[in-house]
Structure formats: structure tokens, C-alpha cells
């Protein structure tokens, strides 16, 4: 069965400076790796997801992830943040071909102070 | 497209009592969902139902029952609730495979007394 860890339960960082958030996952086959943010009183949302293809993917307002195959790794990353990033942010897995419920990290509280 | 949505939004029980919460789902999606979140713990999976007419147990069942009433609506129901059933519980919907994105409704958040 696969895992999920989120390195850091919380990550406070002040506005305009970049941001890592740590995932590392545990599978013997292959992954498909997604990034959800939920902020304040709302549900989960997908941020970006890594099907196959480049290893770097992006979404729409400047986060990015890498997926690193030899490290198992699935790092979220911004070069600024924004306040309005300040959310919760999950690290999921699921295996290619097998069960398609996806198995998630503990998540990451990422506070941006002004 | 209103996507996943749950009721109630808020409610505050008495332990023994019970309660169904409810979810509705417009994206003609086959798999749906019931989570439990607390704080450091993550989101931990209660049931799925992978197509209308099949429910299974996720991984803390316990307490806890569904229905899939249709493919649009999965229902989680306590029976008898217990204050270690205080959580927010988020309903989820999917196409059903494993590259597919999970959409999440608002939640529920649940305190029991």
C-alpha cells in the first residue's frame, strides 16, 4: 500500500518570500501525485496534479511542484507568496492501475505573514 | 454546476442522538466519498461507494453508516452519536479512476456533546 508524509505540519513564511512544502511518498509501483489547498472554512480543491510526462508541473497562480522519482518526492514550491495563500495544503498519491482511492498526507498549515 | 454539495452546514448533537448527513453530486461522477478531518490527523476516509448500488468501508467505519441513494446523492448516517464522532465530514466525487481529480463539497462540521 502506498504512503503519504508531509514533512511539516506548519510552514510560516512572510509575504513576498519563497516557500517549500515538503511530500514524500511510499509505493513499490507507479503514482499518480496531487497537490489540494483548502482554505479557511472551505473544502479541499485541486492545486496541481502529475500524471506523466515533464516532471514539473504548474498551476495557475505561480505554485509548481517536481516529482522526483529516486527521492519519492513531490515538493510544492512558490517563489512569492501571496496572504492569500494561507491555507492548508494536502499531499495525495494513487496508484497507477490499482485502487483509484487516493491516500493523503496530514497536510501542511502554510501561514504567510505581512 | 454546483459541484458537491452537503447539508447541513453546522449542527451540534447530544451524544445518542442521530443524524444523516447528506450529499449531492451534479458532475454525473461514478465514485463518491465520506471524510473525516481533525486537526493533525489529516483527511481519513469513512465509506466510498465506487458506482451507484456499492458502498464500502474506508478506514475508520466505526459508528458510522451510507447510502447510495442514486448516483447523485451519498448519505453518511450516525446512529448514535458519540462526542469522538466531533469532526467536519467532507463528501467527495470522482470519475473513478486513480489519475481523476476528487472534488470536495464545504463540509459539515459536527459537534457532539
Known amino acids: 500500500a502506498q504512503s503519504v508524509t508531509q514533512l511539516d505540519s506548519q510552514v510560516p513564511v512572510f509575504e513576498e518570500a519563497p516557500v517549500e512544502l515538503r511530500c514524500n511518498y511510499s509505493?513499490?509501483?507507479?503514482?499518480?501525485l496531487f497537490w489540494y489547498v483548502q482554505y479557511p472554512n472551505q473544502g479541499l480543491q485541486l492545486l496541481l496534479k502529475y500524471l506523466s510526462g515533464s516532471t514539473l508541473v504548474e498551476s495557475i497562480n505561480g505554485f509548481e511542484a517536481e516529482f522526483n522519482k529516486s527521492q519519492t518526492s513531490f515538493h510544492l514550491r512558490k517563489p512569492s507568496v501571496h496572504i492569500s495563500d494561507t491555507a492548508e495544503y494536502f499531499c495525495a498519491v494513487s496508484v497507477s492501475g490499482g485502487s483509484y482511492i487516493p491516500t493523503f498526507g496530514r497536510g501542511t498549515s502554510l501561514i504567510v505573514h505581512p | 454546476n454546483a459541484g458537491v454539495t452537503q447539508t447541513p452546514k453546522f449542527q451540534v448533537l447530544k451524544t445518542g442522538q442521530s443524524m444523516t448527513l447528506q450529499c449531492a453530486q451534479d458532475m454525473n461522477h461514478n465514485s463518491m466519498y465520506w471524510y473525516r478531518q481533525d486537526p493533525g490527523m489529516g483527511l481519513r476516509l469513512i465509506y466510498y461507494s465506487a458506482s451507484e448500488g456499492t458502498t464500502d468501508k474506508g478506514e475508520v467505519p466505526n459508528g458510522y453508516n451510507v447510502s447510495r441513494l442514486n448516483k447523485r446523492e451519498f448519505s453518511l448516517r450516525l446512529e448514535s452519536a458519540a462526542p469522538s464522532q466531533t469532526s467536519v465530514y467532507f463528501c467527495a466525487s470522482s470519475d473513478g479512476t486513480s489519475q481523476e481529480t476528487q472534488y470536495f463539497g464545504p463540509g459539515t462540521r459536527l459537534l457532539v456533546l
Open positions: 509505493s513499490s509501483v507507479s503514482v499518480y
